[in-house]
């Protein structure tokens, strides 16, 4: 049903010392093929943003066309849901959620967006997004699909409600509009629900960006991915990362930890961090960790149980056998690294271009 793989970057520590060590800890998990083949259903909110600075340099028309295609995309089918939202200084639900089969209700609601314009307080529509997610069960396979500028006067409560959606199963997929905008909200945003930020410069642009997410949410063959991670006295989670196919952060609040959803034909790769530290071990090969996964399967209607993995250490004095590294393991580490390298470049340089560059 279910595979997964939990292997450290290194397989041996260095005994007799209570110093902190780190391991990262790389989980791959892969649908298997009766799974791969159940499509889930599918439900989308589409969140426009209609406020004042929306309606300059065509950045409302250029959402409401994007709204259409994914309306009308052949990959979604007649019984998957949708729901459209606009906010501006309020928030309206336009298309209570309801089966996307009668694509012209879809169509109304979305050309009624320019009806509306005003200030910016894009909470309101998140909050509104989220009454509507609410009505669906936990195992359907969601998208919020959010278009502003992200211009907004409420920038704080946005990000208190992002982490809202993934206990809830709906990664926001934020796209910014318009040749500026609020880039480090909407990134934000999007990590925090485990979900991706775009820009949507031109029109063009949004084929490969559906391709992307409308392709991967029909994929998303397993929901609600739930990690239990147990580790003897002396060994700490510090942090949990998605790493692969897209990068975000995992929330540690609420166990078991919530993974979010994997795609069938991929595999999803999530780096533990945990700290060995405080004990002094003597040379050995102890059981440090054990992880354990459930899962949704929405196409096959039930919940996916797997058994407990096991993750052994050597602790040794060995300096040559301390040394050696899991390549695949470091590199996805690496890779952790330098987005967020970059990530931090991107926010330094609007503040101070010399860190930026550096």
Not at 180 to 189: D, G, I, S, V
């Amino acid at each position: 049903m279910i595979q997964f793989e939990c292997r450290p970057h290194r397989s041996s520590l260095k005994a007799g010392t209570p110093e902190p060590q780190k391991v990262f800890l790389m989980l791959k998990l892969i649908p298997g093929r009766d799974v791969a083949a159940a499509r889930p259903p599918l439900a989308f909110v589409v969140v426009i943003d209609t406020s004042g600075s929306m309606q300059s340099d065509n950045k409302l028309e250029r959402a409401i066309q994007a709204a259409h295609r994914i309306l009308d995309d052949p990959r979604v089918r007649p019984d998957d849901q949708v729901s459209v939202i606009q906010f501006n200084d309020q928030a309206k639900c336009l298309l209570l959620m309801s089966p996307i089969g009668d694509r012209q209700k879809g169509h109304q609601a979305v050309d009624s967006l320019r009806e509306y314009s005003g200030g910016t307080r894009m909470a309101l529509g998140m909050e509104c997004a989220l009454e509507e997610l609410n009505k669906l069960p936990l195992e359907t396979a969601k998208r919020v699909v959010l278009f502003t500028d992200g211009e907004t006067v409420d920038e704080e409560q946005c990000r208190s409600l992002a982490p809202e959606f993934g206990p809830v199963n709906a990664p926001i997929v934020a796209m910014g509009i318009g040749i500026t905008y609020n880039e480090a909200l909407l990134a934000k945003t999007a990590e925090a629900s485990l979900g991706r930020p775009y820009h949507l410069s031109t029109i063009e642009e949004l084929d490969e960006i559906l391709e992307k997410e409308v392709g991967s949410v029909a994929r998303e063959v397993l929901t609600d991915v739930r990690v239990n991670v147990g580790a003897v006295k002396g060994v700490a989670l510090d942090s949990i990362t998605r790493v692969y196919p897209s990068l975000a952060e995992v929330a540690l609040d609420q166990k078991p930890y919530r993974l979010g959803n994997a795609m069938a034909g991929d595999f999803t790769v999530f780096i533990f961090e945990f700290t060995v530290s405080g004990l002094t071990r003597p040379a050995g090969r102890p059981r440090l960790l054990q992880v354990q996964l459930t899962a949704e399967v929405p196409g096959l209607g039930k919940r996916e149980e797997c058994a407990p993995q096991d993750v052994f250490l050597d602790m040794t004095n060995d300096e040559a056998a301390i040394a050696l590294v899991d390549a695949e393991v470091l590199g996805y580490v690496q890779q952790k690294n330098v987005d967020r390298m970059v990530q931090e470049a991107v926010r330094q340089s609007t503040v101070d271009a010399g860190r930026s560059r550096q």
